[in-house]
Every structure is written in structure tokens, then in C-alpha cells.
């Protein structure tokens, strides 16, 4: 039996697609189910290059139909444009068979960003038929001392004299470094002071001055440290400069951070499969596994929560390819699906891990890998505390100043999002407006933990309005951290509930998943309650947000039910 929220290898079919994105998808599964359980964690343990699967994208076209926007695609070949909800959905199939797969793609991403932003148009060719070889990109931003602190940068460009430059300095942590057909570098210039003398510009990871010097991972993730040695950097290499190249570092990390979610998504489906078909089949002291009230209770968590981190994302993607100058909602969305849907990852494996305990550490498993992979996605492309930090700056405008807007429907389109790669001056966030967050919640009042919830939001935009945070604690990160997870739920609510709605979703699922956003609303409002610079009043506020979810064994029955339908539903051919 296959639960119809959930990815399923066996009956898995993009129908809402068009013809050749459902072809490519379906392609992919069957060549990961083909491989085997057995290969694909041998590759894993023994850390081999992913040349197989690689050659096989090469062959189908996969990453260049997906990843060539449309304007740069030849006339005769209609299928290839940026198709968020298409890349959504190939990032939770490789996150399903293994992270190595998906970074492998989102550091190809990346390495495109500063590329598809450039008015260059020699490097738009450039890229599009390496993409059409079967190429992989990289992305040149991070340095050992100064990790992604652009500011810094010691990859240093001195002019040439004949309009180019020579280009020497090092870059750490570059996914694909070691095979990139082209690597966007950034970097600055020895002539020019200050914003103006960024620049940005492809290398090639096969000329003789560019040096590869390690994997600094012990993984098939090939994240590796390069050095480019008097590197010749002609004007066709150049893609940005100035404030320009500031602005398509920060865009580049908007369109790839998206990703992390649904991979994410991917790793809890394959390891809930395994979990809950191996605590059921477990015999306790004469009982299954499951019949324990708190396993039950850990698993069904596990379950809701995976969920919500599908129903937010899905929604989240509809906001992303329906923005554009007069509509940048998606800067909120985007840090969201980063931060909160990849901690809900970490819980999601933590909640299944505390059920099947050493099970999870067995080399034979995908869990083992999954409890190790899972951990990776809060870290990348910024840290959980620079996204919170991001999204308090719309705190203000989403709870107190909703602005009107037109409905976004869901976005399955085949369009071209080509915004992404026109986002303009990574600056303004103060200005951007959101709807209103209420009529979401309003569209299911009566489902008694969304009532609930929407008790303690509503607290929140009081907060907001009246003891928000002071001068002082506004430079105290750790408070304003407390207040960002507070924040943070409210929206991650807000956006499932619109794809609640969308979607029909059963509303039992839906009460249980609000019955635990309850709780962790308590637990972070107890956590603000105890911070060393809170006030009396958000002391006395915080207290008085603690909220009980309201509950409901028949409606637990019925969660259980589905949860324990999944035993047995899915296992991987060896």
C-alpha cells in the first residue's frame, strides 16, 4: 500500500507534468531502482565518484533539459527552460537514494546562478553546451579563512594590459571542483578599491593553472579546495563586476538554498519506510514495536511533521515562480524552506532513530547514511542562524502590515522562471510586503489545533506590536533567535494551510500536525521565557503563550492507521 502524500519509487507518476519532464523523472527512478540498494550504499561507503550516474544524466539530457533556461535553449528543443516545480521534484528523488546524487546537482546549480545572470552571451553558449555534453558546474565562493564572507575575498585579479586579467588566490569547500566543466569564480581586482573591484568569472577546472588540491570531505561528494596559479581570465571569462558580482553571489544563493528542502523531503520518505517496516516487524516482549503508546506517539510525530515539510514546500515553490520586481514574498519563503524544513528533517530522523535505535547504524541500510546526510542540509548555504536572522527582518511587515495581493494557484506550469535570474540589487528586504497571514488560519478555524495555534500567532503579532525587541536586544542574536523560531512557525503554518486547502488535504493529518507545532510553539515561547536579556513583560508573555494541543484519540487512531499502513510498502530492491 502507498500512502498518496508520500514519494513512492513503485507507483510514482509525474502526470502533471508535461510528456518529456515526466519521461526524464520516471527515467531517473527506474535507473536508481535498477542500480540496487546494495551498489548504491557500497558507493557510498567506498566514497566512488558518481562517473555512473553522471553518464547516465549525460545520456538522457537530464540536467541540461532542467537546467537550460529557455532563452538559452536552441530553437529545436522546447523541453529545456528553469522549471522550479520540476527541480523540486528531482531534488526529493535524489535526496531518496542518496545526497552524494543530489549535491552533485545543486552545486551544478550554483556554478549556473552567476552565469544565467550575466549579460554575457558568450558564456551563455558556453554553458549551454557544456550542460548538453553532460558537464557539471561549480560554484567559486567560499575560502578557507574566510568561508563565504564575500567581503574578504583573497582570490585576487590583476589586469593583464590587454583587457583581461591573471587570476591567483584559493577557493575551499567547491562542490564538483574536481570535474566542473566550468566554475563561476569570485574574486576582486588588485587596481580597483572597495564594491567596484568584485568580479566574477568561469574558469575551467582542466587548465593547467587551475590546481586541485583536495577533497576536504571524506565522502563521494567530491568538496574540494582548488588554487588558480596566474590564471589567464580573458574578457569572454568575465560575468560580473562591481556591485553586480555582490548581488549575483547573494542571487545565486537564493535560487540554490531552495533545494535543500525538498532533498531533505527525499532522505525522511526513504528512511520512514524503513523505519516503520522495521519497528512493526520487531517483536518486544511479545509485541510489535508498534504497539507501544510511545512509539506510536514518536512515529506518528514523524509522520505529520514529514508532511508539513512537503505541504510547505509545495506551497512554497507556487510563490517562488510567481515572483517578480513588484512581488518578492519568495525572500521570506525561500530562508524558510532552508531553515525550518531541514530542522524538521533533523527531527523527523530523530524521532524514527529513537524508535529503531541500533537498527539505525547498520551498514546495510539507507538509515544509517540518512541519519548522517540529514544533518548537512541545516549547514548549507548558510547556517540556521543566519536564515532566522534573515526572516526576523520580515517579521514586522508579514504579522502587523499585510499588503494586497492577487492569488498565486499552484504553479505546475511549464514556464520558464526566468526572474530568478533577474532578482536586480540583493538589498530592500525592509520593503517587502506579504499578505495576509489570517485568512489561511480562518479557512480552518474549526479543526481544534489550528484554533489553537492560532491562539498563540495572534500572540505573537501582539508581541510584535507591543514588546517587540528593544535597541538593545535587537544586537543580542541569541534572544532574537528565540523570537526568529517563534516567527518562523507562524509562517511554516500559514504555508500549510494554504496548501491544505489546495489540496484537500485530510483533515485528521492536518489536526495532528498542529497539535505538535502547539507544542514546539510552547517549548520555544518557555525558551524565550529564559533568555538572559528578556523583560518582565516577554517574560510574563511567554508564559502566558504556553498552549496544550487539544486532544482527540480517534483522530490519533486514524493518523496511526496511515503511519502504520507503510510497513512493508516500500523496500528497495537489492
Known amino acids: 500500500m502507498s500512502d498518496p502524500l508520500l514519494f513512492h519509487p513503485h507507483t510514482y507518476d509525474p502526470a502533471h507534468f508535461d510528456p518529456e519532464t515526466r519521461r526524464l523523472l520516471r527515467a531517473t527512478v527506474d535507473w536508481f531502482e535498477a ?22 544524466s549525460a545520456k538522457e539530457g537530464l540536467f541540461a533539459t ?24 528531482l531534488n526529493e528523488i535524489f535526496g531518496f537514494y542518496g545526497l552524494d546524487y543530489w549535491y552533485a546537482w545543486q552545486v551544478t546549480i550554483l556554478g549556473l546562478g552567476p552565469v544565467w545572470q ?24 567560499s575560502e578557507k579563512t574566510h568561508g563565504a564572507d564575500i567581503y574578504s575575498t583573497d582570490m585576487l585579479l590583476e589586469p ?9 588566490g584559493s577557493k575551499y569547500y567547491i562542490g564538483n571542483g574536481n570535474a566542473a566543466g566550468l566554475v563561476s569564480v569570485f574574486g576582486r581586482r588588485t587596481d580597483v578599491e572597495g564594491p567596484d573591484g568584485y568580479v566574477f568569472f568561469a574558469a575551467d577546472s582542466r587548465h593547467p593553472a587551475y590546481r586541485l588540491v583536495k577533497n576536504v570531505v571524506d565522502s563521494s561528494k567530491y568538496v574540494s579546495e ?10 569572454e571569462d568575465v560575468l560580473h563586476t562591481g556591485r553586480a558580482a555582490f548581488d549575483a553571489a547573494l542571487n545565486t544563493v537564493n535560487v540554490g538554498k531552495f533545494n535543500l528542502c525538498t532533498a531533505s523531503i527525499g532522505i525522511c520518505e526513504h528512511a520512514m519506510y524503513e523505519a516503520v517496516t522495521h519497528a512493526h516487524n520487531r517483536i518486544l516482549y511479545g509485541r510489535p514495536v508498534t504497539a507501544f503508546p510511545h512509539v506510536r506517539r514518536e512515529l506518528a510525530d514523524a509522520y505529520v511533521r514529514l508532511v508539513g515539510m512537503k505541504l510547505f514546500s509545495d506551497r512554497a515553490v507556487d510563490y517562488f515562480r510567481s515572483a517578480g520586481p513588484d512581488d518578492r514574498r519568495y525572500l521570506l519563503f525561500n530562508p524558510m524552506t532552508k531553515m525550518k524544513v531541514t530542522t524538521e528533517g533533523e527531527k523527523v530522523i530523530d524521532l524514527m532513530w529513537d524508535v529503531i535505535a541500533a537498527k539505525g547504524f547498520e551498514k546495510d541500510n539507507y538509515f544509517a547514511q540518512a541519519a548522517v546526510e540529514i544533518r548537512g542540509l541545516p549547514k548549507l548555504e548558510g547556517t540556521v542562524h543566519v536564515n532566522l536572522a534573515l526572516i ?17 494557484p499552484t504553479r505546475l506550469d511549464a514556464a520558464d522562471d526566468d526572474f530568478l535570474f533577474r532578482q536586480g540589487p540583493a538589498r530592500g528586504l525592509g520593503s517587502v510586503r506579504f499578505h495576509d497571514w489570517r485568512p489561511a488560519y480562518d479557512a480552518y478555524a474549526a479543526v ?24 538593545a536586544q535587537g544586537r543580542d542574536l541569541d534572544f532574537l533567535l528565540a523570537v526568529g523560531q517563534l516567527f518562523a512557525l507562524v509562517v511554516h503554518g500559514q504555508l500549510i494551510l494554504e496548501q491544505a486547502r489546495l489540496t484537500d488535504l485530510d483533515e485528521s493529518v492536518l489536526d495532528e500536525l498542529f497539535s505538535v507545532l502547539v507544542r514546539d510553539f510552547s517549548q520555544h515561547a518557555v525558551e524565550l521565557h529564559g533568555k538572559d536579556s528578556s523583560t518582565p513583560e516577554q517574560q510574563t508573555w511567554a508564559l502566558a503563550s504556553v498552549r496544550r494541543p487539544v486532544i482527540d484519540e480517534a483522530r490519533s487512531a486514524r493518523v496511526w492507521s496511515r503511519v502504520e499502513a507503510l510497513a512493508g510498502a516500500y523496500e528497495m530492491a537489492q
Open 448 to 471: 481544534p489545533n489550528v484554533a489553537r495555534f492560532r491562539e498563540q500567532a495572534d500572540a505573537l503579532a501582539e508581541f510584535a506590536a507591543t514588546i517587540a525587541p528593544d535597541e
Open 118 to 141: 550575466s549579460d554575457n552571451a558568450a558564456a551563455h553558449e558556453r554553458a549551454a553546451q557544456l550542460l548538453s555534453e553532460g558537464e557539471v558546474f561549480a560554484f567559486g565562493l
Open 35 to 56: 542500480r540496487g540498494k546494495r551498489r548504491i550504499i557500497e558507493d557510498y561507503r567506498t566514497r566512488a565518484w558518481l562517473a555512473d550516474f553522471l553518464a547516465f
Open 66 to 89: 532542467f537546467l537550460t533556461p529557455a532563452a538559452a535553449a536552441g530553437e529545436d528543443e522546447p523541453d529545456k527552460r528553469w522549471d522550479t516545480a520540476r527541480i523540486a521534484a
Open 226 to 235: 582548488f588554487r588558480l596559479e596566474d590564471y589567464p581570465v580573458a574578457t
Open 392 to 408: 526576523l527582518k520580515f517579521m514586522r511587515n508579514h504579522l502587523l502590515e499585510p499588503a494586497e495581493y492577487a492569488p498565486v
Open 160 to 168: 593583464d594590459g590587454d583587457g583581461g586579467f591573471r587570476a591567483s
